[in-house]
């Protein structure tokens, strides 16, 4: 089961708008790091990408992480 989480902290996609929300003007103007391994869906991270535009957030970039040594594409 994929999970979600803000600040090192576990979340429901549907919370991630308000968290983003109450975050101070200056923090949301900042750079988002979205970050996801091969086991969650696709579809998931575009319902935690589309959650962050909603919050105000413009600047979403995404992390990759090497894949294992060994591992499959």
């Not at 919370?15 to 579809?43: C, H, K, T, W």
């Not at 589309?50 to 957030?57: H, V, Y």
Request: no cysteine; aromatic share 4%.
């Amino acid at each position: 089961m994929a999970r979600i989480y803000f600040a090192d902290r576990p979340v429901s996609s549907d919370a991630i708008v308000d968290l983003v929300s109450s975050l101070d003007a200056a923090v949301r103007e900042g750079r988002v790091r979205l970050r996801a391994d091969v086991a969650v869906p696709y579809e998931k991270v575009i319902t935690v990408v589309e959650a962050l535009s909603k919050a105000g957030i413009t600047r979403i970039g995404l992390v990759a992480a090497p894949r294992p040594e060994g591992a499959s594409p």
